[in-house]
């Protein structure tokens, strides 16, 4: 850092090396003393001290990670053959694309047992209003009342297992009970990105 003292033109300095200004002596062969022609003439400016940038290049390998929150896995909760696979790696994508496509007779299984249930659930929910009306007005059994509310429960609760299973597979359940089968499932992006690896290949 330099430290400037500017003086007027015509201005003499008198020093006294005594005792008392050894001190200031020392700080005046530190200090760097320009007249006003120098100043002038070497065309300096006074400025206040601040951040720039230098225009230097530095050039670098390396690799750049994203944190946990912005990395997505995508796998499936079954297996199944690999019909379709569009991407590959650095592709980009968009939070809700389909990525992959599988195919099983499991599936169509699973929208077989959910409509069997479906059908069942109806019934026993009519038979267990009507036997709740009956314990009611004390025409049946407390007995058959129970069972009728057991059997009703349990398939309810099959019920919703079924169709949480269904939901997780990307597959409506609304469309199963209007009958609209199907043997496919597909698997879309959860967040917006690009493909850093793929572990399928078609036909697996």
Same mark, same amino acid.
């Given at each position: ?10 201005? $003499? ?16 062969? $530190?200090?760097? $003393?320009?007249? *006003? ?82 059908? *069942? ?16 007005? *004390? ?27 269904? *939901? ?37």
């Amino acid at each position: 850092m330099l430290l400037l003292s500017i003086a007027g033109c015509g201005e $003499t300095k008198t020093t006294n090396n005594t005792p008392e200004n050894s001190e200031e002596s020392e700080q005046l062969q $530190t200090t760097i $003393t320009l007249s *006003q022609d120098q100043f002038e003439g070497e065309n300096m400016i006074l400025g206040k001290l601040e951040t720039q940038n230098f225009p230097t290049l530095v050039s670098v390998t390396g690799a750049i990670d994203v944190p946990p929150q912005n990395r997505a896995i995508v796998s499936s909760f079954t297996g199944g053959y690999v019909k379709r696979t569009p991407l590959l790696i650095g592709d980009k994508v968009k939070k809700g694309q389909a990525l992959i496509t599988l195919e099983n007779p499991e599936f169509v299984q699973l929208q077989q047992d959910y409509l069997e249930v479906a059908e *069942q659930l109806t019934y026993l929910k009519s038979e267990f209003e009507r036997q709740e009306k009956l314990v009611a007005e *004390q025409i049946s059994s407390e007995k058959n009342f129970l069972k009728a509310k057991s059997t009703y429960k349990q398939n309810l609760a099959m019920y919703n297992g079924l169709r949480k299973k269904l *939901q997780m597979l990307n597959i409506s359940p609304i469309k199963v009970e209007q009958g609209e089968l199907t043997s496919q499932i597909t698997i879309y992006a959860p967040i917006s990105g690009s493909i850093t690896k793929v572990n399928i290949n078609k036909g697996m």
